[in-house]
């Protein structure tokens, strides 16, 4: 065999193993591509306005916009002057009514029941004398030496002494049972009133500030410090950033092959080569036309479902509306209660 015939039989030996190789490759490709559904979205733009439930006129403001700011982190603050003039003013309406109600309770002192026990044995002692004085201008009247004027007035005398004790006696009696339920109650139910009012009143006071409900990014600082605020009137709005999730479509056909919970990979553009994990958290139960913002021209009627796939987020790279592609392995078996999103994101 000469060197041609060799070279040519090599030649077609390697031409062979490349198309073998190619084959395979392909069919590798293909079950590949059988296995993995790959759908196309963006990271989800949610949103909302900040605003003071309280009025008044902003004193000062911490945040700037593009701030990623955590729940419960101060933003502004409104003048609180006039709050803190109303809690204080029913602070002590409230404790004096609290010293009234405590009062009542306590009933009469001692002091005072000793008081009134004098008083009746005083009022005893001027009827005993009016009636003494009475009694003798009436015997002297019989033998003319008294005018009838003079024991007229002594008779008014002890009617009034009369009248004088029994009130002494009425005083003392309250003295001693102490006061009313009725007086009591309405004491309390104004100690009642006064407390909602306070209570109201440091509520209002406390909505002089405002503070960031969850975390966040500050995306526009619509007010400045000088301007009024009503809660009708947004001061920032905050874009919401935990959790954050991809928003893809997924046709009819697909829909089947997906299940709460199958582990997701993201990717993007901004960010080659770096794959963000995740997990189908929701599957919408309708279907709706595909978006605007997704559809390309041989999908405009076609029928879609919401799908979102949260999303680790580790270092914020990922922004509001920023396109991703979503690969999701279909040969999983992981069903939706064993998903566990903390140890999906410890992973990344």
């Not at 955590?70 to 609290?98: H, M, N, W």
């Not at 005072?112 to 044995?121: M, R, S, T």
């Not at 559809?295 to 580790?314: A, F, G």
């Amino acid at each position: 065999m000469n060197d041609k015939k060799k070279a040519l039989i090599i030649l077609l030996i390697v031409l062979a193993l490349a198309i073998t190789g190619y084959f395979l490759y392909q069919r590798e490709e293909q079950e590949q591509n059988g296995h993995t559904l790959t759908i196309y979205g963006n990271v989800d733009i949610r949103q909302i306005e900040l605003a003071f439930f309280a009025e008044g006129r902003i004193q000062k403001m911490f945040a700037d916009e593009g701030q990623y700011v955590k729940a419960g982190q101060l933003l502004a603050e409104i003048d609180p002057i006039r709050y803190q003039s109303e809690v204080k003013r029913l602070e002590g309406e409230l404790d004096t009514q609290r010293q009234i109600v405590k009062r009542l309770l306590a009933g009469s002192r001692p002091q005072e029941i000793k008081e009134a026990k004098a008083e009746v044995n005083a009022r005893k002692a001027a009827l005993t004398n009016a009636k003494i004085t009475f009694y003798r201008l009436q015997k002297l009247a019989r033998t003319k030496y008294v005018s009838k004027q003079r024991l007229d007035d002594a008779r008014a005398l002890m009617d009034q002494a009369e009248a004088n004790l029994e009130a002494a006696r009425q005083r003392y009696d309250l003295a001693v049972i102490g006061p009313r339920k009725e007086d009591i109650a309405a004491a309390e139910a104004k100690l009642r009133a006064l407390e909602g009012a306070l209570e109201n009143a440091r509520a209002k006071l406390k909505d002089t500030k405002l503070y960031a409900p969850s975390d966040g990014i500050i995306r526009d600082r619509i007010l400045e410090p000088g301007d009024m605020a009503f809660p009708q009137k947004p001061v920032y709005t905050l874009a919401l950033t935990d959790p954050l999730w991809i928003r893809a479509f997924v046709p009819e056909t697909d829909l089947g092959k997906l299940q709460l919970g199958m582990r997701a990979e993201v990717k993007t553009d901004s960010f080659p080569g770096q794959t963000f994990k995740g997990w189908i958290g929701y599957i919408s139960p309708t279907a709706e036309f595909t978006p605007r913002n997704v559809e390309t021209p041989d999908l405009r009627t076609r029928l879609v479902y919401q799908v979102r796939i949260y999303v680790c987020n580790h270092g914020n790279k990922l922004r509001l509306g920023m396109p991703a592609t979503v690969h999701i392995m279909l040969n999983q078996k992981r069903k939706a209660g064993d998903i566990s999103p903390s140890s999906i994101c410890q992973e990344q």
